[in-house]
């Protein structure tokens, strides 16, 4: 199923409806403010295997998640004050932060480090999708077979419309990664440089 939902004022009844499949344990794919991703509910163990599947992911390579706000990810991990302030500035933007994770995060998406990589992206369709939902969700980005990054969503519904439950189709979005900052010590380190700008870490 492949749902239009409006990039600038999504319209809530579709966004409901996809918020349904995410409660029944379902996969979405789904735009942010970098690549397309591939999600499911965070608790909902799984539902997270099978993404692992879909993206024939070693499971000793976690996922992130996206929260819907700054609150949201103090639940999720934990947030020195120098990284609140870093998160504050750049959010919601194209930055994944890896932190410490809370105990609140379930084990199956702990490797034996215990860190957890938390976007919050700048794109209306993901932050009202999460917030409606209540949870965060997984975020992976959407690749083909020959492992290259999809932009199209009607590609994206050919490609997985026997392994995922919707496609929101959001427009074609870019095809450059978030950048990627550590916070766990006491200074940010520049793990993936990408979109996001980095110059200032």
């Known amino acids: 199923m492949i749902l239009s ?3 600038q004022n999504p319209q809530m009844r579709l966004l409901r409806q996809v918020v349904d499949i ?6 979405i794919i789904y735009p942010t403010d970098t690549v397309y991703g591939i999600g499911c509910d965070l608790f909902n163990k799984k539902a997270v295997e099978k993404i692992y599947e879909i993206k024939r992911r070693d499971r000793k390579q976690p996922f992130s998640f ?10 999720y991990a934990v947030v020195p004050t120098y990284a609140y302030k870093i998160m ?3 959010l919601p933007g194209p930055y994944t932060f890896v932190m410490g994770a809370s105990r609140m995060v379930p084990k199956t998406l702990l490797p034996r480090r215990r860190e957890v990589g938390i976007r919050i992206p700048d794109n209306m369709i993901c932050l009202t999708l999460v917030r409606e939902f ?13 492992g290259e990054i999809m932009t199209d969503p009607e590609e994206m519904e050919e490609e997985f ?12 979005v870019g095809d450059e ?3 990627v900052v550590s916070l766990v010590e006491e200074t940010p380190q520049v793990i993936r440089a990408a979109k996001g700008d980095v110059s200032f870490f």
């Open 66 to 75: 996206v929260c819907s706000d700054l609150s949201d990810i103090s639940k």
């Open 161 to 172: 419309k026997h392994r995922v439950d919707c496609v929101i189709d959001g427009g074609v």
């Open 5 to 7: 939902i409006n990039a």
């Open 177 to 179: 990664l978030s950048s």
């Open 134 to 146: 209540g949870r965060p969700v997984i975020s992976t980005s959407v690749k083909n077979a020959a």
């Open 88 to 90: 504050r500035h750049l």
């Open 22 to 27: 995410l409660e029944r344990g379902g996969i």
